[in-house]
């Protein structure tokens, strides 16, 4: 099946795009946790950032730094645009959100904030990888 290939930027773009649609979707049900709605918009933008790097014939490592995605992208001649670095803030999201911690709870805007966040890397990574 194609979007099971880890070398075919466009199975790591469809499954950015899924994790896009599971934090837009959920934070109309309830007892969804913003927290896990969070964890998807920020793994859409590391997939999307990561189908660039293949797309690119960039190699990255195991991250789910989006700086240093950006900056692996930057190294190899990729422009990021500023819409796509504000995307940064999101790797915060990648582990802190998905375990009970003490940690405040996020806010129905910041998981709006991070949903547009989100959505503008997975848009612009369609535009470079068609």
Not at 60 to 73: C, Q
Not at 102 to 117: F, G, P, Q, S, W
């Amino acid at each position: 099946m194609k979007h099971k290939d880890p070398t075919d930027p466009r199975a790591w773009l469809l499954r950015a795009r899924a994790n896009l649609t599971l934090a837009e979707k959920g934070g109309r049900l309830k007892g969804i946790l913003f927290e896990d709605l969070c964890f998807n918009a920020q793994q859409a933008a590391e997939k999307a950032l990561k189908a660039i790097c293949l797309a690119r014939g960039m190699e990255f490592p195991k991250t789910h730094s989006l700086v240093h995605l950006m900056d692996i992208l930057e190294s190899g001649g990729v422009h990021i645009p500023q819409i796509v670095r504000e995307a940064d803030i999101l790797t915060q999201y990648a582990v802190q959100s998905r375990y009970p911690s003490v940690v405040e709870e996020i806010t129905r805007n910041e998981y709006r904030e991070a949903l547009k966040l989100a959505a503008n890397v997975v848009f612009w990574a369609e535009k470079i990888v068609k």
